[in-house]
C-alpha cells in the first residue's frame, strides 16, 4: 500500500511569512505526528493528531500549529517565519497506540530567507 | 523525564567489517517501547525495529541484531558483514506513552554511519 506522503517536498519563504505543509497517512492509520528535523537540535517531536484531535504536543512556539481532517489527512501551519524555522519538517503516520512504530514521509525541506 | 543517548556521533567503517551502534536510555516508566530508524541519504525514515520492555530476547535480522539490556538501560544494534548501502544515520527511539495515551517519540541524536568500500 502507498506510503506516507508529504507536499511539498521543498519551500522557500522569507521571513514574517506563514507556510502550510501537508501529510497523508498510509490508509488505515489515524495518527499523525509532526518532527522537525535540523543539524543542530537533531529531530524534535512537534505535535500528534489522532481522529482529528492533538493529543500529544512538544515545547514549539504558538507559532507552530496544525490540525487533521476526517480522512486523517494532516495539515501543519507555521505563522511569521523566522531564520530558525529552516528544516526538513517530518510527518509519521501510525495506527495510533503507544507501541505502535511510525512511518515516515519524504519531509518537506523548508528554507527561510 | 525520558531521553535516548547515542554516544557515537559518527562511525566509519570499511566493508565487510561488523559494526555497532550504542543506544543507551531513560525512563521512570516500567512499560515502554524502543525503535530503531535508518535514514538514508535521501532523508525518509525507515523503521527496522520495535522492542517492548517486557521482552528482552535479542533479535537477528539477516545482517542486523539488536541487542536489549534493561540492566544497562541499553539497545544496541550491531551490523554484521556491513555493505555501502548500510551507510545512513541511524536513530534510536523511546516511547513511554501507553496505547491510550498517544504517540511521544524521543529520538536520540542519531549516529552516523560510513561504511568505505
Known amino acids: 500500500k502507498a506510503g506516507v506522503t508529504q507536499t511539498p517536498r521543498y519551500l522557500i519563504k522569507t521571513r514574517g511569512q506563514q507556510v502550510t505543509l501537508s501529510c497523508s497517512p498510509i490508509?488505515?492509520?489515524?495518527?499523525v505526528s509532526w518532527y522537525q528535523q535540523t543539524p543542530g537540535q537533531g529531530l524534535q517531536f512537534l505535535f500528534e493528531?489522532?481522529?482529528?484531535?492533538?493529543?500529544n504536543k512538544g515545547n514549539f512556539p504558538g507559532r507552530f500549529s496544525g490540525r487533521q481532517f476526517s480522512n486523517s489527512r494532516s495539515e501543519m501551519n507555521v505563522s511569521t517565519l523566522e531564520l530558525g524555522d529552516s528544516a526538513l519538517y517530518l510527518c509519521?503516520?501510525?495506527f495510533g497506540g503507544g507501541s505502535n512504530e511510525q512511518y515516515f514521509g519524504p519531509g518537506t525541506r523548508l528554507t527561510v530567507t | 523525564a525520558q531521553k535516548v543517548t547515542q554516544a557515537q556521533t559518527e562511525i566509519s567503517v570499511v566493508e565487510k567489517e561488523d559494526v555497532t551502534l550504542d543506544c543507551v536510555y531513560e525512563?521512570?516508566?516500567?512499560?515502554?517501547?524502543l525503535f530503531w530508524y535508518k535514514q538514508p541519504p535521501s532523508g525518509e525514515l525507515v523503521f527496522l525495529i520495535r522492542r517492548n520492555s517486557f521482552d528482552e530476547q535479542n533479535e537477528i535480522s539477516g545482517r542486523y541484531s539488536w541487542n536489549f539490556q534493561k540492566s544497562t538501560s541499553s539497545f544496541n544494534f550491531t551490523i554484521t558483514a556491513s555493505q555501502v548501502v548500510d551507510s545512513a544515520v541511524y536513530f534510536c527511539?523511546?516511547?513511554?506513552?501507553?496505547?491510550?495515551?498517544?504517540?511521544?517519540?524521543?529520538f536520540g541524536p542519531g549516529t552516523r554511519l560510513s561504511v568505505l568500500p
Open positions: 509519521a503516520s501510525s
Open positions: 525512563t521512570r516508566d516500567t512499560t515502554y517501547y
Open positions: 493528531y489522532f481522529s482529528e484531535t492533538q493529543r
Open positions: 490508509s488505515g492509520h489515524r495518527s
Open positions: 527511539a523511546l516511547s513511554e506513552a501507553g496505547d491510550n495515551y498517544g504517540q511521544n517519540f524521543v
